[in-house]
């Protein structure tokens, strides 16, 4: 069965410091992964994915992701955290198996203190 | 830009009623969802289309039904609402290329009394 784990309910993280939002994943075929971040009252807005070729994929408001075959991994970071990067944070997997369901971790919240 | 409307974003409606949530996407996608979002669960999908008329049961349809008719709205109905319905609701929408992600509207926060 297609899961995805993010084992950490909250970072915590000053400002200025980079920042890691851990996720692992489980599909049968090749994986399609995807991060999205929902601040307070709104929906998720996509951040960025891997579908194939280069492992670093960069996104939206200066994250980057890095695909870990090996380690069945998607790790969100960024360099440098600001106070606004703070909001829930939710990584996805599309599995190979020609489904259109995508699987949901159970979100990560990302405190950054100035 | 992608642009998912939910018809409210906050709802209060009594146990026993039939409740209705409407979703409207402008982007001509093929693909709509609905999922519910619970602290601590994550993303549940509870019923998603991939064509007008055309549906499929997610992780969670009990007590739900859906309606497609047209293929920019995709409405969620709770047929007799319960307190354990109480959740944020979530709609999305996509294309059907496997490399391009979901869209999301805003949300509907659904409080059943």
């Known amino acids: 069965a297609q899961s995805v784990a993010q084992p950490e309910d909250q970072v915590n993280v000053a400002e200025g410091n980079p920042l890691t939002v851990k996720c692992t994943y489980s599909?049968?075929?090749?994986?399609?992964l995807f991060w999205y971040v929902q601040y307070p009252n709104r929906g998720l807005q996509f951040l960025l994915k891997?579908?194939?070729?280069?492992?670093l994929v960069k996104g939206s408001y200066g994250f980057e992701a890095e695909f870990n075959k090996s380690q069945t991994s998607f790790h969100l970071k960024k360099p440098s955290a600001l106070v606004s990067d703070s909001a829930l944070y939710f990584c996805?997997?599309?599995?190979?198996?020609?489904?259109?369901?995508?699987?949901f971790g159970s979100g990560t919240r990302l405190l950054v203190r100035p | 830009d992608v642009k998912v409307t939910q018809s409210s974003r906050y709802l209060v409606k009594r146990t026993g009623e039939k409740v209705f949530l409407e979703c409207v996407q402008d982007?001509?996608?093929?693909?709509m969802f609905w999922y519910r979002q619970d602290p601590g669960l994550g993303l549940r999908l509870i019923y998603f289309?991939?064509?007008?008329?055309?549906?499929e049961k997610g992780d969670i349809p009990e007590g739900y039904s859906v309606s497609r008719e047209k293929k920019e709205r995709f409405s969620l109905i709770l047929e007799s609402a319960s307190t354990n319905q109480t959740s944020m609701y979530l709609c999305?929408?996509?294309?059907?290329?496997?490399?391009?992600?979901?869209?999301f509207g805003d949300g509907t926060r659904l409080s059943i009394l």
């Open positions: 999305a929408s996509s294309s059907r290329a496997w490399n391009q992600p979901q869209h």
């Open positions: 982007m001509d996608h093929e693909n």
């Open positions: 289309s991939y064509d007008v008329k055309m549906k």
């Open positions: 996805a997997v599309r599995g190979g198996d020609s489904s259109y369901k995508l699987i």
């Open positions: 891997y579908i194939t070729g280069d492992n």
């Open positions: 599909v049968s075929g090749n994986p399609y």
